[in-house]
Antibody, heavy 119, light 108 residues
């Protein structure tokens, strides 16, 4: 059974760096073809894909946010970490991590974690 | 990469069919058969309903179906039920992912 859970701060100040951790079980990020992605959703708004990391450490980023994002993995801990620099109130959102299916879809999602950016 | 365009809302009575469109470009929806659809109830995480344009994951009722023509993908819900009332998002992969603007489905 695949499960994912996001963790991190619920409140960050403008200009600070956000660090979120996705802890998962039921699969390994050392298995060929496996990927874990991050998606966010501002309150009342649409989903927005942020980043994805594959078993071979290949990384993909949203073109519009690429300069602010870093995604890494710790295979031994079954964790994926996303950092986003220079946080702004418009970055207030629920952040989800998700398991990428065999080819280009997200079949398992975490419950999400709400991050508020405010001074 | 711009968000895929979906209607803001669609509605139907129980038992009816509704179709949600998802319009992109030849660089995303039209260029690859990697369109997926997600259902999201309020306060919940999205749930995969369709992948690879028209494939259903195990456990998803067969009244959910997907298709694509040119740069537009579609999700059809046949035999609408009360529990289908939710937000629906399309998503396309083309080297990176792009989601749709989202559609609220209301069961009258």
């Amino acid at each position: 059974q695949i499960t994912l859970k996001e963790s991190g701060p619920t409140l960050v100040k403008p200009t600070q760096t956000l660090t979120l951790t996705c802890t998962f079980s039921g699969f390994s990020l050392s298995t060929s073809g496996v990927g874990v992605g991050w998606i966010r959703q501002p309150p009342g708004k649409a989903l927005e894909w942020l980043a994805l990391i594959y078993w071979n450490d290949d990384k993909r980023y949203s073109p519009s946010l690429k300069s602010r994002l870093t995604i890494t993995k710790d295979t031994s801990k079954n964790q994926v970490v996303l950092t986003m620099t220079n946080m702004d109130p418009v970055d207030t959102a629920t952040y989800y991590c998700a398991h990428e299916g065999i080819l280009y879809y997200f079949d398992y999602w975490g419950q999400g974690t709400l991050v508020t950016v405010s001074s | 990469q711009s968000a895929l365009t979906q209607p803001r809302s669609v509605s139907g009575s129980p038992g009816q069919s509704v179709t949600i469109s998802c319009t992109g470009t030849s660089s995303d929806v039209g260029g690859y058969n990697y369109v997926s659809w997600y259902q999201q109830h309020p306060g919940k995480a999205p749930k995969l309903m369709i992948y690879d344009v028209s494939k259903r994951p195990s456990g998803v009722p067969d009244r959910f179906s997907g298709s694509k023509s040119g740069n537009t993908a579609s999700l059809t819900i046949s035999g609408l039920q009360a529990e289908d009332e939710a937000d629906y998002y399309c998503c396309s992969y083309a080297g990176s992912y792009v989601f749709g603007t989202g559609t609220k489905v209301t069961v009258l």
